[in-house]
């Protein structure tokens, strides 16, 4: 797949995408319109079809609303993108000069409606950006990727908006960074937008994950706006005042993806090289233990000893979190580092066992 980008490189910052979760009034999403152009905004955004967790929640104004974003970009000169999740959404969007679409992470996660959407959108020259699917599914993720791209469309997009967790987190969606970041290395040319306000799900945190999204080189940020947040007829606990965003996105540091300074380069390849050494190292280590493991399995086989001797398990891995503990390891990175080892162990033995 080929894509082009979605935004054009008009300046040195993030692309910004942001306007409230839902399109409420006319009032209130001209007023947020104004506010964000002022800004210098690249993307007004407001849904008015809305896909809530329970019935009876606010669910959106439907097509009124697109007269109202009509409004924005004739008053404004921005330009605005809605959720679609049906092929009459679509339809809709489109006849209204809807500029930018985006699917939903509700939506991303069933291939039946992203076909629907990909086969109503079929001939239309329109830029789509994609949300991740609800659960940390990156084959599905890719799937309504290459859906809409197979319908011809190749300024896509992803957003980035967290996952569902059952649990207790400090996220509405937990980031799992490494999703997108595997996304970045097998497809480049997306556009990436990370939306900070349905990962965090409170305003508090909402400039760290932003950060932290362009420390990882995304393109740019979706972030929910609204003139009067605490009153918000939806997702009110997350979106903030055009004020608030204003010092948001002042208060991020832009970094470049890389650099043309030879001393910084020259630098970097040192470092780079010590850590593809230690890399080099571990991988030798690694499999040195697998063929220890694979002798110990070995030796239960003949001596008819079940594979997981929970005990001794449990005891190497309070060892470990100790012994990381002091190289600033996190619990959590030790534990499941060493859980990733022992399972491939058990694998190992287990062939062994069946001979
Ligand atoms: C939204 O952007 O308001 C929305 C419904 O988001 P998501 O699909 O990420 O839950
Ligand atoms: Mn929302």
Redesign the pocket.
């Known amino acids: 797949m080929e894509f082009k980008k979605v935004f054009e490189s008009k300046h040195e910052r993030p692309f910004i995408i942001s306007g409230p979760?839902s399109a409420e009034t006319e009032e209130q999403v001209l007023k947020t319109a104004h506010e964000l152009a002022k800004q210098n905004i690249d993307l007004f955004r407001a849904?008015i079809w809305?896909?809530r967790t329970s019935p009876g929640s606010f669910e959106g104004v439907g097509v009124e609303g697109l007269s109202w974003l009509k409004r924005v970009k004739k008053e404004t000169g921005l330009k605005v993108t809605t959720?679609v999740a049906k092929r009459e959404h679509v339809f809709e969007a489109v006849k209204a000069g809807i500029d930018v679409l985006w699917l939903?992470?509700?939506t991303t996660v069933n291939p039946f409606a992203v076909q629907e959407i990909a086969d109503a959108i079929k001939g239309v020259d329109i830029p789509v950006l994609i949300?991740n699917p609800i659960n940390p599914d990156y084959k599905l993720w890719v799937g309504a990727i290459k859906r809409i791209y197979n319908a011809g469309i190749t300024k896509i997009g992803v957003i980035h908006?967290g996952f569902s967790y059952y649990g207790d987190t400090n996220y509405r969606n937990v980031p799992r960074w490494q999703i997108p970041i595997d996304l970045m290395r097998e497809f480049p040319d997306l556009t990436f937008i990370c939306?900070n306000s349905?990962i965090c799900g409170r305003r508090d945190t909402l400039e760290e994950v932003a950060q932290k999204a362009m420390d990882l080189n995304f393109d740019g940020l979706m972030t929910?706006v609204h003139p009067d947040p605490d009153n918000a007829w939806s997702?009110a606990a997350q979106q903030i005042t055009p004020d608030t965003f204003k010092d948001l996105v002042n208060n991020l540091v832009y970094r470049n993806p890389s650099s043309s300074d030879r001393t910084f380069n020259a630098t970097l390849g040192h470092l780079r090289q010590e850590i593809d050494e230690i890399d080099n190292e571990l991988m030798n280590l690694l499999g040195k233990r697998m063929k220890i493991a694979e002798q110990i399995g070995q030796y239960k086989k003949d001596n008819n000893i079940s594979i997981l001797q929970p005990a001794r398990w449990g005891s190497i891995l309070e060892a470990a979190v100790e012994k990381g503990a002091k190289h600033d390891l996190s619990e959590a990175f030790i534990s499941s580092f060493l859980k990733a080892i022992h399972q491939e162990s058990i694998n190992h033995q287990e062939q062994i066992m069946k001979g």
């Open positions: 979760c849904g809305k896909p959720e939903g992470a509700r949300k908006r939306d349905h929910e997702d």
